[in-house]
């Protein structure tokens, strides 16, 4: 007994790692329909695509991850057999400043790109928080005019009205980096000649200004000075402001008005004496003015200080789609769907491979958080049909069935045989069910003498299925029929049609 336990084979677990998860083929289906509208979007604005490498160098990934208390940094990484460090990357703009740094000899200037795919982060995993996620990118590279990020915008909002969330189901909200370090200068904490100075600050004054939704203004104004403990008895650390600095920031996030030109009236007021704020200023008025003379209104795009973005590498303006409607969470209790897209420019991401300043900015769509919105909203088509399977009678007539299938599958219609033990002909059918089949095709040896087949309407089945109380109700339903084997391909198109 002793020995064959020593000698007993450990399997693996079979189970998905930590943070990952399988994806099958009902959602697979929604998620590429949805990316289908959205880069028809992205096309139709001259965008065209680029793929890239799953992996790239840490090096050219740089480091923008804001968990550092993961190893690596946040993203995953091993070292290759010559010594470099590679990575999986953790968004697609990373990959996009390399490749633009590697061929802009060859590229058009501006190049506008858009890109889909997975992105992976070594974050820890939790609820809804996975670590591998899809993300859908447009950026223009190589031009600094206002006009690009207005495009941006107007194309998040036709591109959220395209998959199907109505207008006034969301807000493209807009900011700009240059007018919050306006702000901090003011303040104190940012210094243009010397960057670095106060960079540990500033950071927990974005983080804090991004968590306003979350923790309200008194939570926000606890972290930018001493710190806060939250309800579970944990302290965070807070940047450590003065009272007359935290109240500059909390009049910055304060600032949002009744319009766009009220708004940027208030924050010019705010960064006075800043050089940089007073640019920012004037690049989302600029912004306001584009977007307003192609129709944008309040109604889809506003002014918003609050919006800060968290990543490390933004320049200028910065903008986020938010969901606005309400769902229900885990304990029932109301509360906005929240942010599904973001973005901004980035001037300086390219710098890093050329030394020169390359103006860049672009959006991203978390296309996961937007599928979760459609299917809170009931706007995804669920109804993904199977293939029309052919049952075996005569395992010895496979070719006949195969020639059933290519008929079926010349002609534009998805088609299988079915290729499991065909001992059970009810078991054919569970399957045909299983697979959301519309249509059975049946035929047995006396089918094929006569030059006949039968076919099950599958889909019709199951609607009258439901009101029928007794084999004989069913047996005088049109469900299943028989026709003339050369009718095959034109008689199932009429049961899928019929079916919807």
Same mark, same amino acid.
């Given at each position: 007994?002793?020995?064959?336990?020593?000698?007993?084979?450990?399997?693996?677990?079979?189970?998905?790692?930590?943070?990952?998860?399988?994806?099958?083929?009902?959602?697979?289906?929604?998620?590429?329909? +949805?990316?289908?509208?959205?880069?028809?979007?992205?096309?139709?604005?001259?965008?065209?695509?680029?793929?890239?490498?799953?992996?790239?160098?840490?090096?050219?990934?740089?480091?923008?991850?804001?968990?550092?208390?993961?190893?690596?940094? @946040?993203?995953?990484?091993?070292?290759?057999?010559?010594?470099?460090? *590679?990575?999986?990357?953790?968004?697609?703009?990373?990959? =996009?400043?390399?490749?633009?740094?590697?061929?802009?000899?060859?590229?058009?200037?501006?190049?506008?790109?858009?890109?889909? @795919?997975?992105?992976?982060?070594?974050?820890?995993?939790?609820?809804? #928080?996975? /670590?591998?996620? &899809?993300?859908?990118?447009?950026?223009?590279?190589?031009?600094?005019?206002?006009?690009?990020?207005?495009?941006?915008?107007?194309?998040?909002?036709?591109?959220?009205?395209?998959?199907?969330?109505?207008?006034?189901?969301?807000?493209?909200?807009?900011?700009?980096?240059?007018?919050?370090?306006?702000? +901090?200068?003011?303040?104190?904490?940012?210094?243009?000649?010397?960057?670095?100075?106060?960079?540990?600050?500033?950071?927990?004054?974005?983080?804090?200004?991004?968590?306003?939704? #979350?923790?309200?203004?008194? $939570?926000?104004?606890?972290?930018?000075?001493?710190?806060?403990?939250?309800?579970?008895?944990?302290?965070?650390?807070?940047?450590?402001?003065?009272?007359?600095?935290?109240?500059?920031?909390?009049?910055?996030?304060?600032?949002?008005?009744?319009?766009?030109?009220?708004?940027?009236? #208030?924050?010019?007021?705010?960064? #006075?004496?800043?050089?940089?704020?007073?640019?920012?200023?004037?690049?989302?008025?600029?912004?306001?003015?584009?977007?307003?003379?192609?129709?944008? !209104?309040?109604?889809?795009?506003?002014?918003?200080? %609050?919006?800060? /973005?968290?990543?490390?590498?933004?320049?200028?303006?910065?903008?986020?789609?938010?969901?606005?409607?309400?769902?229900?969470?885990?304990?029932?209790?109301?509360?906005?769907?929240?942010?599904?897209?973001?973005? !901004?420019?980035?001037?300086?991401?390219?710098?890093?491979?050329?030394?020169?300043?390359?103006?860049?900015?672009?959006? %991203?769509?978390?296309?996961?958080?937007?599928?979760?919105?459609?299917?809170?909203?009931?706007?995804?088509?669920?109804?993904?049909?199977?293939?029309?399977?052919?049952?075996?009678?005569?395992?010895?007539? +496979?070719?006949? &069935?195969?020639?059933?299938?290519?008929?079926?599958?010349?002609?534009?219609?998805?088609?299988?045989?079915?290729?499991?033990?065909?001992?059970?002909?009810?078991?054919?059918?569970?399957?045909?069910?299983?697979?959301?089949?519309?249509?059975?095709?049946?035929?047995?040896?006396?089918?094929?003498?006569? $030059?006949?087949?039968?076919?099950?309407? =599958?889909?019709?089945?199951?609607?009258?299925?439901?009101?029928?109380?007794?084999?004989?109700?069913?047996?005088?339903?049109?469900?299943? *029929?028989?026709?003339?084997?050369?009718?095959?391909?034109?008689?199932?198109?009429? *049961?899928?049609?019929?079916?919807?």
């Amino acid at each position: 007994m002793a020995k064959n336990k020593k000698n007993k084979v450990k399997r693996p677990r079979a189970a998905a790692p930590r943070g990952f998860r399988d994806y099958f083929g009902a959602e697979v289906l929604e998620r590429n329909r +949805m990316l289908g509208q959205i880069t028809d979007i992205y096309q139709a604005y001259g965008f065209d695509p680029l793929e890239t490498p799953a992996v790239e160098t840490v090096e050219a990934l740089g480091k923008f991850l804001p968990d550092v208390d993961r190893p690596n940094e @946040g993203v995953f990484a091993w070292q290759d057999e010559d010594d470099a460090w *590679m990575a999986l990357r953790y968004d697609l703009t990373a990959p =996009l400043a390399r490749v633009y740094a590697q061929f802009r000899n060859d590229l058009p200037s501006p190049y506008r790109r858009y890109a889909v @795919g997975p992105v992976w982060r070594n974050e820890k995993a939790g609820p809804g #928080r996975f /670590r591998q996620f &899809y993300q859908c990118d447009a950026d223009t590279v190589g031009t600094p005019t206002m006009a690009a990020d207005a495009e941006i915008c107007a194309m998040l909002s036709d591109t959220l009205e395209a998959v199907g969330i109505a207008r006034g189901d969301y807000i493209v909200r807009v900011n700009n980096r240059k007018v919050l370090n306006g702000v +901090m200068q003011v303040a104190g904490i940012f210094d243009p000649s010397e960057p670095s100075k106060f960079e540990a600050e500033r950071g927990i004054v974005l983080r804090a200004i991004d968590k306003l939704d #979350r923790l309200g203004p008194q $939570g926000v104004r606890a972290l930018l000075g001493e710190g806060r403990k939250d309800d579970s008895g944990d302290f965070t650390g807070g940047a450590g402001l003065a009272d007359e600095q935290a109240e500059i920031v909390m009049g910055f996030m304060e600032a949002k008005r009744d319009s766009g030109a009220a708004t940027c009236a #208030r924050l010019r007021e705010l960064v #006075r004496g800043s050089d940089i704020g007073l640019a920012g200023v004037q690049e989302l008025e600029t912004i306001a003015e584009l977007t307003d003379a192609q129709g944008y !209104g309040a109604d889809r795009l506003v002014i918003d200080p %609050s919006v800060v /973005r968290g990543l490390g590498y933004y320049t200028g303006p910065v903008y986020e789609a938010e969901l606005t409607f309400e769902i229900l969470d885990k304990k029932g209790r109301k509360r906005q769907f929240g942010s599904v897209a973001g973005g !901004g420019r980035y001037d300086d991401l390219v710098k890093r491979f050329t030394g020169q300043e390359v103006p860049a900015t672009g959006i %991203s769509i978390g296309v996961d958080r937007l599928l979760a919105a459609l299917r809170e909203k009931g706007r995804l088509d669920n109804s993904s049909t199977g293939p029309v399977v052919v049952t075996v009678m005569d395992r010895d007539r +496979m070719a006949d &069935y195969q020639t059933m299938v290519a008929e079926l599958r010349n002609a534009g219609i998805r088609a299988e045989v079915y290729l499991g033990n065909p001992k059970n002909f009810g078991n054919q059918l569970k399957y045909a069910d299983a697979r959301n089949s519309p249509v059975a095709v049946i035929e047995g040896g006396n089918e094929k003498d006569a $030059g006949v087949v039968q076919i099950k309407d =599958l889909a019709l089945g199951k609607v009258l299925a439901a009101g029928i109380t007794s084999n004989e109700e069913w047996k005088s339903q049109p469900a299943q *029929m028989e026709i003339k084997r050369s009718d095959l391909v034109a008689e199932v198109k009429k *049961m899928i049609n019929r079916a919807g």
